[in-house]
């Protein structure tokens, strides 16, 4: 199984940011996929998640109404596309993916993380 992240950089406050986690080893579109992040000092918290099937999404009350979080079943990645950025949303981002195989047991996956850094 492997998540792994990317598009994490340095952004100036009101820039964009484009995040994707590409997934493999395990059934994706059977999964709930979110986006959580760490700052330094602080305990990971949710961004956002998605459902199996796209068709529900859910956001931390302090990304609301700028991040999207999408997800294509045939390509197997999740992407988090981050509009006005604040310094607050600097963090290390992690894809998490949360379900289960046919007649096997949940599961719960990590990535290794992408960090964004928000900074004038």
């Known amino acids: 199984v492997q998540l792994v992240e990317s598009g994490g950089g340095l952004v100036q406050p009101g820039g964009s940011l484009r995040l994707s986690c590409a997934a493999s080893?395990?059934?994706?579109?059977?999964?709930?996929m979110s986006w959580y992040r760490q700052a330094p000092g602080k305990e990971r918290e949710l961004v956002a998640s998605?459902?199996?099937?796209?068709?529900?999404?859910n956001y931390g009350d302090s990304v609301k109404g700028r991040f999207t979080i999408s997800r294509d079943n045939a390509k197997n990645t999740m992407v988090l596309q981050m509009n006005s950025l604040k310094p607050e949303d600097t963090a290390v981002y992690y894809c998490?993916?949360?379900?289960?195989?046919?007649?096997?047991?949940?599961?719960?996956?990590w990535g290794q993380g992408t960090q964004v850094t928000v900074s004038s």
């Open positions: 998490k993916s949360a379900g289960r195989e046919i007649l096997r047991p949940y599961q719960e996956y």
């Open positions: 080893g395990f059934t994706f579109r059977r999964y709930v």
């Open positions: 998605i459902t199996s099937d796209g068709g529900s999404t």
